[in-house]
């Protein structure tokens, strides 16, 4: 079924298998450290996009608390901020093959990042969100966030990426 972004009167149709499976394979296998953070991608649609991190012992950064290393939260921030981007530029050439759209992902990059930690990252697990709040013809402007099982909201972040 068409989704209609809320910025937008012009529907975009659902994302084909093969672009998701395409964007899943290079945020979670081929950047091989998000592989290493665990980031599981769950959801993927032109307006947002969640993922998810599971709470081990590599990614501890405190280990009296057993709390979240701040870098784990960054770093996952920032991956969401790259996918929300990916999307939203996938929703845009939607007349381009599902392959042509995901070669764009090698001209983008992070040219600025903030975080804000709101909360010690302790959990079990952890979601991550994001959504584009513009995207221009060479800076796309997100905003991300980092929940914890609980739902209470951890870290938020906004990230600017380069995307021509």
Same mark, same amino acid.
């Given at each position: 079924?068409? %989704?209609?972004?809320?910025?937008?009167?012009?529907?975009?149709?659902?994302?084909?298998?093969?672009?998701?499976?395409?964007?899943?394979?290079?945020?979670?296998?081929?950047?091989?450290?998000?592989?290493?953070?665990?980031?599981?991608?769950?959801?993927?649609?032109?307006?947002?996009?969640?993922?998810?991190?599971?709470?081990?012992?590599?990614?501890?950064?405190?280990?009296?608390?057993?709390?979240?290393?701040?870098?784990?939260?960054?770093?996952?921030?920032?991956?969401?901020?790259?996918?929300?981007?990916?999307?939203?530029?996938?929703?845009r050439h939607m007349d381009e093959s599902p392959a042509?759209?995901?070669?764009?992902?090698? %001209?983008?990059?992070?040219?600025?990042?903030?975080?804000?930690?709101?909360?010690?990252?302790?959990g079990a697990y952890f979601e991550l969100r994001a959504?584009?709040?513009?995207?221009?013809?060479?800076?796309?402007?997100?905003?991300?966030?980092?929940?914890?099982?609980?739902? %209470?909201?951890?870290?938020?972040?906004?990230?600017?990426?380069?995307?021509?």
């Amino acid at each position: 079924m068409p %989704k209609t972004p809320a910025s937008s009167s012009v529907l975009v149709p659902d994302f084909e298998p093969e672009f998701i499976t395409g964007l899943k394979t290079i945020f979670e296998e081929k950047i091989v450290f998000n592989h290493v953070l665990g980031l599981k991608i769950t959801s993927v649609t032109p307006e947002r996009v969640t993922a998810r991190i599971d709470m081990r012992n590599e990614l501890i950064g405190h280990y009296d608390h057993h709390r979240l290393h701040g870098g784990v939260i960054s770093a996952g921030l920032d991956a969401m901020g790259g996918l929300a981007v990916m999307a939203a530029i996938g929703a845009r050439h939607m007349d381009e093959s599902p392959a042509k759209r995901l070669e764009r992902f090698g %001209k983008l990059g992070t040219i600025d990042l903030r975080i804000d930690y709101l909360r010690p990252g302790i959990g079990a697990y952890f979601e991550l969100r994001a959504e584009v709040m513009r995207l221009g013809s060479r800076v796309a402007s997100t905003r991300m966030e980092f929940v914890g099982a609980d739902g %209470k909201l951890l870290s938020t972040g906004a990230g600017a990426y380069i995307v021509s």
